[in-house]
């Protein structure tokens, strides 16, 4: 079975700092790989994601994220960080079958970002 | 409203009792996850439908779960007799289902508590 492994339960970093989130999946198939980013009292959303192509992705606000395939790692990174990126952020995977994709989460990294 | 809307925000229950969580997904998406993310935990997938079918209900934990969506549209997880292990917070996700590489989109979820 699928599994993914999010290393740091919580982060905490200054403004400014670079971040790097580690992600690794299990399964040695093809793949799409997700970042989902819950701010607080908000609801889950799409950061950034990978299907094929390109191993480096671009998100949204900032974020990237590089696909090493030979080491079934999807790390998150951001150059420097604010403090309105204060919040938890999961790493996922899923196997495409059959028309759907059905998400296998990792257990989220706590980023808290100290001004 | 635009997004994935889900009722009630909390339920508190007790032990044995049986409850009944709602999903509106997104006006026009034909797909719909419900997933349950506990305490500490990333969400983890209980059931896919694709229209009013379920087209895979491989993470409903026990026979006590169980989802429909009658009109294709609104979708509704029963749970019978439950149980304080069931305490976690329900989501629901809705994508267009036109291709497995659909965005899904989170509703903000029904925080159950089972005393």
């Known amino acids: 079975a699928q599994s993914v492994s999010q290393h740091n339960h919580h982060v905490i970093l200054s403004e400014a700092a670079s971040l790097e989130l580690g992600c690794n999946y299990s399964?040695?198939?093809?793949?799409?790989l997700f970042w989902y980013v819950q701010y607080p009292g908000q609801h889950l959303q799409l950061l950034l994601k990978?299907?094929?192509?390109?191993?480096l992705v671009k998100g949204i606000k900032g974020f990237e994220a590089e696909f090493i395939k030979s080491k079934f790692s999807f790390n998150l990174r951001k150059p420097s960080v604010q403090w309105s990126d204060t919040a938890e952020y999961f790493c996922?995977?899923?196997?495409?079958?059959?028309?759907?994709?059905?998400?296998?989460f990792g257990a989220g990294t706590r980023l808290a970002v100290h001004p | 409203g635009a997004g994935v809307s889900q009722t009630p925000s909390n339920k508190v229950t007790e032990k044995g009792k049986y409850v009944e969580l709602r999903c509106d997904p997104i006006?026009?998406?034909?797909?719909l996850y419900w997933y349950r993310q506990s305490l500490g935990q990333g969400p983890e997938f209980l059931i896919y439908?694709?229209?009013?079918?379920?087209?895979?209900d491989s993470g409903l934990p026990n026979d006590r779960f169980f989802a429909v969506r009658p009109e294709g549209s609104v979708s509704t997880l029963k749970i019978q007799r439950t149980e304080r292990g069931d305490s976690a917070v329900y989501l629901c996700?809705?994508?267009?289902?036109?291709?497995?590489?659909?965005?899904?989109?989170f509703g903000p979820g029904t925080r159950l508590t089972v005393l």
């Open positions: 990978y299907f094929s192509g390109d191993p």
């Open positions: 996922a995977v899923t196997q495409f079958s059959g028309g759907y994709n059905k998400l296998i």
């Open positions: 439908f694709q229209g009013t079918g379920a087209a895979d």
């Open positions: 006006s026009g998406h034909t797909a």
């Open positions: 399964y040695g198939g093809t793949v799409n």
């Open positions: 996700a809705s994508s267009l289902g036109t291709s497995g590489n659909d965005e899904q989109f």
